[in-house]
Structures are given as structure tokens and as C-alpha cells.
């Protein structure tokens, strides 16, 4: 089944030491998106990619990064994570191209715990 | 700016009972409106969504919803809840002409009793 994939699901890092959670899709979708969930929040969107354009929200912390190097894969980059960071990191998509309006789908999240 | 209140932040219903999730949003121009499920430790996934058209669209799983201009709503319905809608469901508004940025509200999690 076409669908958004996150690994890993959990992911335990140091507080300082840089992490990178990895988001892959089969939905050929030309915008991908990285959200963050903290515990009994609403998700906050971080950055999305049209295509290989880069779009950071105004209020996204410098320490988060984003590459992504194909239609496929999407990578959040945490530089130096801080024991704030610990959330689910929702990875998502959608159509862009000449969709006027656009659906979102997400992928299953990764969990991330700042020791 | 847009916003999104769901001004219930948890709900109890019994199962069998009907269910109505509010969800009252703040924006200039038209709305394209949002319902997303998650379940615990899970992604969020589409119930359904208002572009245009018929104000009250149906979605997946026997949930629909009613978009009221007027009121500013887009309440979320399901006339028979089962166990397994215990989630927590978000409601959200997307921006511009594609609605590619979203912004949702806190959330209302919904607790079925046997």
C-alpha cells in the first residue's frame, strides 16, 4: 500500500548529541512536511519542502533541520537536541503540483526521548 | 492569523450513545476545514474534510460533519460510537489557497464507556 513511513518509531538520543529521524514515502507527493507533537498538544508544523524548495516556519528553533535529497525520503536533523525537544516528530504529505486544495497525509510518527 | 478552538478537552460518551465533537475556527477568507483521528502513539489520520460544496460531508468510519458559516463550526457527529473511536481528535483550518499550512486545535480526547 502507497503510504508515508517513519523510522524509527522511538528514538532515544543524549541531551547534545545530534539525532536524525528519516521519513520515506510511495505517495510520489511533491511536499513533504515535518510536524511537532508535544505530550497533549496540537502538532506544530516545523518546515515543509515543495519539491526541493525549503520553507521554515518563523518560529522553527535553528537546531532543527530538514534535507531532503528526493521525491522519496525527508530527514529532520536535531543539532544539538535539549531535554525540550522530546515530542512525537510527524512526518506528512501531500500533492502540491496543480492540487488547489491539499490533503495532508500523515505517517505513524516517531517518538523522540532526550536523556 | 487563523485559529482553531475545540473548546472540549475530553469527552466521555458510552458506546452506542451519539457523538458530537465542536469545533469553532477564526479565518479571514474561505475556510478548507479538517478532521483528523489519533489514536495512541499513532499518526493522525483523515476522517474527513470541507472545501466546498455541501456543507455537510461525510467521512470514513460513519463520522460526518456539518460546516455552519454562520457559526463558524464545523462540529464532528457520529450517531453510534464504538469502542474503538477512543482517540483523540483534532480539528484543523489549512491557510492560503492550497491550505498547505495547517493549524490545529488542542484537541478533544474521547473516552467510550462499555
Known amino acids: 500500500d502507497a503510504m508515508v513511513i517513519q523510522n524509527p518509531r522511538y528514538q532515544v538520543t543524549q541531551f547534545g548529541k545530534p539525532v536524525t529521524l528519516s521519513c520515506s514515502q510511495t505517495?510520489?507527493?511533491?511536499?513533504m512536511y515535518w510536524y511537532q507533537q508535544k505530550s497533549s498538544q496540537a502538532p506544530k508544523l516545523l518546515f515543509h519542502?515543495?519539491?526541493?524548495?525549503?520553507?521554515n516556519e518563523a518560529d522553527t528553533p535553528d537546531n532543527f533541520q530538514s534535507r531532503r535529497p528526493n521525491t522519496s525520503f525527508c530527514f529532520l536533523d536535531i543539532r544539538s537536541p535539549g531535554l525540550g525537544d522530546a515530542a512525537m516528530y510527524l512526518c506528512?504529505?501531500?500533492?502540491?503540483?496543480?492540487?488547489?486544495?491539499?490533503?495532508?497525509?500523515f505517517g505513524p510518527g516517531t517518538r523522540l526521548l532526550v536523556l | 492569523a487563523q485559529s482553531v478552538t475545540q473548546p472540549d478537552i475530553h469527552i466521555t460518551v458510552s458506546e452506542g450513545a451519539s457523538l458530537e465533537l465542536r469545533c469553532n475556527y477564526s479565518?479571514?477568507?474561505?475556510?478548507?476545514l479538517f478532521w483528523y483521528v489519533q489514536s495512541p502513539g499513532q499518526g493522525l489520520q483523515l476522517l474527513l474534510k470541507?472545501?466546498?460544496?455541501?456543507?455537510l460531508v461525510q467521512g470514513i468510519k460513519g463520522f460526518e460533519a456539518e460546516f455552519k458559516r454562520s457559526q463558524s463550526s464545523f462540529n464532528l457527529r457520529k450517531p453510534s460510537v464504538h469502542w474503538s473511536d477512543a482517540a483523540e481528535y483534532f480539528c484543523?483550518?489549512?491557510?492560503?489557497?492550497?491550505?498547505?499550512?495547517?493549524?490545529f486545535g488542542s484537541g478533544t480526547q474521547l473516552t467510550v464507556l462499555p
Open positions: 470541507y472545501f466546498s460544496g455541501d456543507t
Open positions: 505517495l510520489n507527493h511533491n511536499v
Open positions: 519542502y515543495y519539491d526541493k524548495d525549503f520553507n
Open positions: 506528512a504529505t501531500s500533492r502540491g503540483g496543480l492540487a488547489v486544495q491539499e490533503t495532508q497525509y
Open positions: 484543523a483550518v489549512g491557510e492560503g489557497r492550497s491550505a498547505r499550512q495547517l493549524t
Open positions: 479565518y479571514g477568507a474561505t475556510p478548507y
